[in-house]
């Protein structure tokens, strides 16, 4: 079992910053991948950003040049950085943590809205 803690969401201005962390503990396994998906009202998850234990990392189109995603292995903590962020991102977020088909929990989400 995994268990997934986020924290970091919030209401922020147009044009602004967060920062999400997600926290994993557990049975951690040392190949892994943490990624983050979003959902907004009406609408599918949908994967914003991907870490893998190698090192790599993708992004969703939209949310390319403006977000990153980074880990702390040490911590078992991936974060997700968001700058110049839109009413379009305005979504609950999700932690997500893979290392095989038995092993794919999901954190709670947390809550991002853009609004003045």
């Known amino acids: 079992q995994v268990q997934l803690v986020e924290s970091g969401g919030g209401l922020v201005q147009p044009g602004g910053s967060l920062r999400l962390s997600c926290t994993a503990s557990g049975s951690i396994f040392s190949i892994n991948t943490m990624d983050w998906y979003r959902q907004a009202p009406g609408k599918e998850r949908e994967l914003v950003a991907t870490?893998?234990?190698?090192?790599?990392?993708n992004y969703a189109d939209s949310v390319k040049g403006r977000f990153t995603i980074s880990r702390d292995s040490t911590k078992n903590t991936v974060y997700l950085q968001m700058n110049s962020l839109k009413p379009e991102d305005t979504a609950v977020y999700y932690c997500?943590?893979?290392?095989?088909?038995?092993?794919?929990?999901w954190g709670q989400g947390t809550q991002v809205t853009v609004s003045s």
């Open positions: 997500n943590y893979y290392s095989d088909p038995a092993n794919d929990y």
């Open positions: 870490s893998t234990t190698g090192g790599s990392t």
